[in-house]
Every structure is written in structure tokens, then in C-alpha cells.
């Protein structure tokens, strides 16, 4: 019995589920696919850019609204902004996720800019 080529992606994965699920599992997912092997610029990317964004999405979120919010005494605002930055993460959880299962790549405006200053020499 004859066996298939290895594709160059993390555990022999069509590209665009491994993209998918680096953006599917966050941060995590991220981390999975970009040092699970494989050399599909595509899936690297989807899986450098994951990491990227859900690092500084966390990093965000607990500077603003666990440290900048309430040492400026702005609790009346905190509740609302906390809202719709959830619903943003949200939508954009939702949009890279679907894009990459597509086979679609993502470039975020300022997200890829910081991925390809810190992830070079792995992309």
C-alpha cells in the first residue's frame, strides 16, 4: 500500500483547517500550529497573527479595564466599553476563524505589522 506525500503542514492537516484552528483556539491554537511543523506560509501566518492578536487582546484588556479604569475612577464607563470591546473580540474571533477555514488569508492593520516585526524569522 502506497502512502501519501506528507503535506507541509502541522500533523498533515488540510492548510486551511490548521489555519482555522489556530484562530479557532486563541492564543493557544496558535502556539500549536506554528511550532507543530510544517512550512505552509499560510497556515504560519494564520498562526503567528493568532498568537499575536489574543496576546495583546489579554494584554489589553487587563491594562485597561483592570488597571486604567479604575485608578482614573471611570466605573460608570467601565461596564459599557467592557461590552462592546467583548463584541469586538468577538466579531473578530468570528471573522479571522471563518476566513482562514475559507482558505482566505487575514492581515489585521496594526496585528500584522507587530506579527511580521516579531515572528520574521519564523515566517
Do not use: C
Not at 464607563?77 to 482566505?104: C, D, H, R, Y
Amino acid at each position: 500500500m502506497a502512502s501519501q506525500p506528507t503535506k507541509d503542514t502541522p500533523f498533515g492537516l488540510e492548510p486551511n483547517v490548521a489555519a482555522g484552528l489556530a484562530y479557532l483556539f486563541t492564543w493557544v491554537g496558535g502556539l500549536v500550529m506554528l511550532v507543530g511543523g510544517g512550512t505552509n506560509k499560510f497556515v504560519r501566518w494564520a498562526a503567528a497573527q493568532s498568537i499575536t492578536l489574543w496576546v495583546g487582546w489579554w494584554v489589553l484588556d487587563i491594562a485597561v479595564f483592570s488597571f486604567i479604569f479604575p485608578m482614573l475612577h471611570l466605573w460608570m464607563l467601565e461596564f459599557p466599553l467592557w461590552s462592546l470591546w467583548s463584541v469586538l473580540g468577538l466579531l473578530l474571533w468570528l471573522w479571522t476563524m471563518i476566513s482562514a477555514f475559507q482558505g482566505k488569508e487575514v492581515r489585521i492593520p496594526v496585528v500584522a505589522g507587530l506579527t511580521e516585526s516579531i515572528f520574521k524569522s519564523m515566517l
